[in-house]
């Protein structure tokens, strides 16, 4: 089992940036590929970036441009650069560790065995 912790969160005006950064600890979790979800209320849990073993990341249509993940294999983190948030993007950001699954044209899922608990993002207008 991985365990995770998110820091980072917070609120910001629409246009504005935030680091999200999620600590990893467990026997193999340097192995597992990692991802972001996020979660509003009353929606489903969405993935919105990925990162597999090899180091290619993934991302979903809205966020492309604005979102960026990235790992630090030596403190065993990862992170999530998120520019120009937008109110929509408010939500409760969860890291998670699993397995990605290549759909083929560009499409992507994440298989997620372990989660954090989460930490806030909400984006004023």
């Known amino acids: 089992q991985v365990q995770l912790a998110e820091s980072g969160g917070g609120s910001v005006q629409a246009g504005g940036s935030l680091r999200l950064s999620c600590a990893a600890s467990?026997?193999?979790?340097?192995?597992?590929?990692m991802a972001w979800f996020r979660q509003a209320p009353g929606k489903e849990r969405e993935a919105v970036a990925a990162l597999d073993f090899g180091g290619e990341s993934f991302y979903t249509d809205s966020v492309k441009g604005r979102f960026i993940v990235s790992r630090d294999k030596a403190k065993n983190t990862l992170d999530l650069k998120l520019d120009n948030l937008k109110p929509e993007d408010t939500a409760m950001y969860y890291c998670a560790a699993g397995f990605m699954i290549i759909l083929g044209d560009g499409r992507w899922r994440f298989n997620p065995n372990d989660w954090g608990q989460g930490t806030q993002v909400t984006v004023s207008s």
């Open positions: 467990g026997e193999t979790s340097t192995k597992k590929s």
